[in-house]
């Protein structure tokens, strides 16, 4: 396994890909524990040694799962762990707040108590919180980490006015994205290159598009009723239908060059730069070692071409997150 430093806040030594945990807990339709931490296994095994979580997922199932998989073998893995968000107040609140005091301290303790561990490694802020100050949100955590509750500090979603006014604070170790070839904002908008001039590290989220570079999704009857994606705007049966063809066309250019979607879409990423740590999200282990094995996928300059030709920005029908949900993306 290729390893890299992450960033020039942390002292900690990555795998170039990492493991997204997600699905691992409902999200995209039902998982098995046993598979998934049989998946965790098979990535530490392999070498993966950097893992995504957040006090949301599955209502504490997914840092519940992850301190039964890492029992014993603590010192071996980094963990990523996230803020999440409390639930909405209404169907007006575009904001759900994550950046006071009482509930950046209360999430962190349960994430110590469901992970099992005295010390989180990165404790990230899951979205900015527009009513409380960056600073105050920051300062908060920065004394998470004089107490010893976890050793860094990081965001995710952040524009680059707020990554730079949490520096004012505090060194923050990296910036969490999502970035693939039909969600570019990282690149277009200033926050990857406002990230390596701090000298965050980056963490690409849902390089798969959330499934929709995987393969397995050609039209919205393909996502199963109950699955969050129904509600998301990519995967309306009109836009699916004008996303369909241009999945078709990376599909055929995976085939011409004997790999399959999901490993030339975080190939792709991979190729955004050296310091881009993709952390592709999977239940089982066939996903993992097929997604692993982009590491080994060359991208020539004219693939990388032919990829802006078949997907050039703005082409992809439908926003990443429904409306209300993008109101905290990039803040
Ligand atoms: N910071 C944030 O706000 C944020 C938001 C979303 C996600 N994330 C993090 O990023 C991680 C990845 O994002 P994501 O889970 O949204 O989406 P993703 O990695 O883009 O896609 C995951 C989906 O693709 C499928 N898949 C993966 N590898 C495959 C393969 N080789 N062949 C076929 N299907 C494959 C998975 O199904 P199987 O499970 O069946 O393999 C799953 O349904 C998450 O786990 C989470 O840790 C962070």
């Known amino acids: 396994m290729k390893m890299i430093p992450f960033g020039k806040v942390t002292d900690y030594t990555v795998s170039r890909m990492g493991l997204g945990c997600m699905s ?4 995209y339709g039902p998982q098995d524990d046993g598979e998934c931490i049989a998946t965790i ?3 530490m095994e392999l070498g993966v040694n950097f893992l995504d979580t957040s006090y949301s997922y599955g209502q504490g199932h997914n840092q519940l799962l992850i301190g039964k998989a890492i029992k014993g073998k603590r010192d071996q893995v980094v963990i990523h762990s996230k803020s999440g968000a409390p639930p909405p107040k209404d169907e007006n ?3 759900r707040g994550a ?4 509930y950046l301290r209360m999430i962190c303790e349960e994430s110590l108590k469901r992970l099992e561990i005295d010390c989180l490694d990165i404790l990230c802020m899951s979205r900015v919180d527009r009513e409380v100050p960056i600073e105050e949100s920051v300062g908060t955590m920065a004394r998470m980490v004089e107490q010893g509750k976890t050793r860094y ?4 979603e952040a524009s680059p006015e707020s990554m730079r006014r949490a520096w004012t604070v505090h060194p923050i170790a990296s910036l969490q994205f999502e970035l693939s070839i ?11 290159d406002c990230a390596r001039d701090l000298g965050m590290g980056f963490m690409a989220y849902s390089p798969l598009g959330r499934g929709i570079l995987s393969g397995q999704v050609h ?3 393909d996502i199963p009723e109950g699955d969050t994606r129904k509600n998301y705007p990519r995967y309306s049966t009109e836009n ?3 996303n369909a063809k241009i999945l078709a066309k990376l599909e055929a250019m995976a085939a011409e060059k004997g790999i399959s979607l999901p490993c030339l879409a975080i190939a792709w990423v991979l190729h955004q730069g050296d310091d881009i740590v993709p952390i592709p999200s999977s239940k089982s282990r066939d996903h993992l070692d097929d997604n692993l094995k982009a590491l080994e996928v060359e991208l020539t300059p004219e693939d990388l071409a032919r990829i802006d030709e078949i997907c050039p920005s703005g082409a992809v029908a439908g926003t990443r997150y429904p409306e209300p949900m993008m109101m905290r993306m990039n803040v």
Do not use: W
Request: charged share 25%; glycine share 12%.
């Open 182 to 192: 039909f969600s570019r904002d990282p690149l277009e908008m200033g926050n990857l």
């Open 99 to 102: 950046g006071g005091e009482k």
């Open 240 to 242: 699916m239908a004008h």
């Open 219 to 221: 039209s919205s009857d």
């Open 153 to 156: 500090i990081a965001l995710s």
């Open 41 to 43: 296994h098979r990535a």
């Open 93 to 95: 609140d575009t904001n």
């Open 24 to 27: 691992m807990s409902g999200v």
